[in-house]
């Protein structure tokens, strides 16, 4: 939401700079609009690295027997909630 905000305000810098009525008013809602462009580039490319790293971090938490562990329950079926035992009459 953030994001779309923010792509939203560029578009309008951009249509204020062709409605500009001089060419140094037009440069400068240009160079403005570039530059917010180049914040939310930063902004999107700098969050899916700080997600990767965190992830990584809870990973190696775990160790890798707990991988073994969870891999084993899947050969053999033995995860899960114990059968109920049948009950006698």
Do not use: C, D, V, W
Not at 1 to 9: A, C, I, R, S
Not at 40 to 52: D, H, Q, V, W, Y
Not at 74 to 83: A, D, E, Q, S
């Amino acid at each position: 939401m953030l994001h779309e905000t923010t792509f939203k305000n560029i578009i309008l810098t951009q249509r204020h700079a062709l409605e500009a009525e001089t060419l140094e008013e037009s440069r400068h809602l240009i160079a403005y609009a570039i530059k917010r462009t180049e914040r939310l580039s930063n902004t999107i490319m700098n969050a899916a690295a700080k997600r990767g790293r965190k992830g990584g971090l809870a990973t190696a938490e775990r160790g890798p027997e707990y991988f073994k562990r969870i891999a084993a329950m899947r050969k053999t079926k033995g995860g899960g909630r114990p059968k109920k035992q049948p009950q006698a009459s």
